[in-house]
């Protein structure tokens, strides 16, 4: 089981006591580290990129190769083209610096789906047999009817995706989508059915175009779905329908994906609303001396989605048990995969 440390360099925090205790004594009150400084991450903080730029990742996905992370979501831009949907993509080796590498998506309207047409929650995955990297979404219309999934590609993880095509996967609706990449590098495609009162964890054909085959439908009304496989079990992460506002999300153990499926536990204390965020990924980082599981929520401010906030923090989890700690300003090694907090933080 995870389970956190809170450490810290003596000479640094000595000194960092003693410059809080000065600036205390002329009157003005310390500031909290800044989002990335000495690898720190801020849940729920405002999360600049190397450009001193406000992340655009909401709604997001991670893929890692070799030692590096890129993160693709959801550009909500102030100045982007309100007749077109963009797709920001980051970079990074310690998940808490993050480089831009290019609005990977920037396109009107593929299939005349109308106005406020919708495109969300991408996920990249790599198909080392064709050399491409595949992107999926969640498209859709004006009043959430169209309920498909789009397929775009790349040639390069940070290139430009060019659409290819939608459809509905199983042939049913499919809405908010999550990805699931195995241990073994088998790749899923998690989406959420309003009809079937439930969602679907689908495998991925071989070239990644299509979904495959069905391995489980769980029969929760959730959206938001998030899978890690961690020790002997699996673990599903999901949110209630309530849209923008924040719930209290939940999750369930399988001994393998195709089930059986325990039923659904809160993740956090059901009055925090999971600390004002909605699921949207699992990071599993396995490291030389342990490995730990990184919850990655969205606190959406539909009134100012370029303003959305991420909450990142590291679950407590094993011997099927997942819960998420209140969060706090904390850092991880991802080569050992030690997590700490940080001392006296308040994000």
Known sequence: MIRFRLIGRFHSICWTAVAAFA??????????????????????ERWLDDRGQLIQAHGGGILRL??????????????????????????????????FRNQVVAIADPENLGPKWILERPKVFYNAKTRKFVMYAHLDGPGYKIARVAVLTSDTVDGNYTYVKSFRPLGQESRDIGQFIDDDGA?????????TKGFFIARLSDDYMDVDKQVAFIEAPLEGGAVVHYEDLYYVV???????????????????????????KDIAPPEMNTYDSQSSMLIKVAGKKTTSVIYVGDRWK??????????????????????????????????????????????
């Open 23 to 44: 600036l205390s004594m002329i009157g003005i009150t310390p500031l909290a580290p800044a989002q990335g400084v000495d690898n720190v991450i801020q849940p729920g």
């Open 187 to 195: 790749a899923y495609l998690i989406f959420e059915s309003r009809p």
């Open 302 to 347: 539909p009134q100012e989605l370029w303003d959305s906030r991420y909450v990142w923090m590291p679950l407590d989890i094993g011997a099927g048990n997942l819960s998420l700690p209140k969060p706090q300003n904390w850092r991880i090694n991802v080569r050992t995969g030690v997590v700490s907090i940080v001392p006296d933080s308040k994000p």
């Open 238 to 264: 999901g949110s209630h329908l309530t849209g923008w506002r924040p719930n209290s999300n939940v999750y369930a153990t399988a001994p393998s994906l195709s089930g059986p499926w325990s039923a659904m």
């Open 66 to 99: 070799k030692d590096t992370y890129y993160w693709f979501g959801e550009d909500r831009s102030q100045t982007n083209d309100p007749d077109k949907r963009y797709v920001a993509c980051y970079s990074s080796r310690d998940l808490a610096h993050w480089k």
